[in-house]
């Protein structure tokens, strides 16, 4: 499924560096403001400990994962909105992505400087969030005054819209974005066609120095940011992005080893994928077999039918049913085989919605 997270922050906060981390793909990465200006666009790995299991029990001919893209967006300065930096180049940039990271400096470096001239987490996201509350705002006074009129003359469709660019407006001068607020499902439909850059999902990134890695807990300024988060309902990654680019240059047993000399299970770039995938409602089923074994990117909800056309609109136009084993139950099982003798196989119709770690074979005629 094509869908990205962009990630944002000030310049210099250390945003591209953690973007070649994740993709390894490059992107120019310079002490000074604007070091990236086009987006970058790299595509990752979701690391999932189950496709490796299930590769071992099949042992096919190859393994596939599945994968997420990330969009490195150049650094917003103060008054982005109104032209200033790269402004309207950086906030369209931001529209076309679905989920935003924004990458928050929790470290102090003399030799790295701020744009504002001094580290304070809180300010820079709330510039940066200021900057996409006007932009929403510009958008939607485009529509306003004459929805307003249309309102007052009790035109149907216009009292319904007007009422919610009421809602939005008032959030947005109150400095509150357009994902604080509650909306019915027929007004979400109208919300999703503003393309609004406030209603996308948020998480934060905290990045923090190699010396401070293993006790962040005593870093003010990452606090700062998770109680921040807290407020918003969000969450909060925290990574060395220096550290994290020396990790993605490892493979395998060095990449564990590493790891374990840091004292950390689990690396903030794959902490990072996970929470972005997760974010946007994503999951993962599989499907395996002596060909091969592989992990196919879904939306919570989807039934046996969508996901089935995820791989082929032709499974989806002739589905007829879902041979569907859960992930913990055919390891449990130690095979298919005896996954089935077991009862542990299902067959499920047009209306199942798949579950995260499903494995499954589909069955279609067309």
Known sequence: MSLTAGIVGLPNVGKSTLFNAITQAGALSA???????????????????????????????????TSFEFTDIAGIVEGASK??????????????VDAICHVVRCFEDENITHVSGRVDPISDIETINLELILADLETIMKRYDKVAKLAKQKVKDAVFEFEILEKLKEAFENEQ????????????????????????????????GED????VDHNENVQKVKDYAANEGAEV????????????ELEGEEKEEFLQELGIEESGLDQLIKASYNMLGLATYFTAGEQEV????????????????????????????????????????????????????RLEGKEYIVQDGDVIHFRFNV
């Open 31 to 65: 002490n000074y403001p604007f070091a990236t200006i086009d987006p970058n666009v790299g595509i990752v790995e979701v690391p999932d400990h189950r496709l490796q299991k299930l590769t071992e029990m099949v042992n096919p001919k190859k393994t596939i994962p």
């Open 83 to 96: 032209g200033e930096g790269l402004g309207n180049q950086f906030l369209s940039h931001i529209r076309q």
């Open 177 to 208: 974005p357009a994902r604080a607020l509650e909306f019915t499902k027929e007004q979400e439909k109208y919300v999703k066609q503003l393309h609004l850059l406030t209603i996308k999902p948020i998480l934060y990134v905290a990045n923090v």
């Open 212 to 215: 401070e890695l293993l006790d």
């Open 237 to 248: 990654i925290v990574v060395c992005a220096k550290v994290e680019s020396e990790i993605a």
């Open 294 to 345: 592989r992990a196919w990117t879904f939306r919570k909800g989807m039934t046996a039918p969508q996901t089935a056309g995820i791989i082929h609109t032709d499974f989806e136009r002739g589905f007829i049913r879902a041979e569907t084993v859960s992930y913990n139950d055919l390891v449990e099982a130690g095979s298919m085989a005896k996954a089935r003798d077991l009862g542990k196989v």
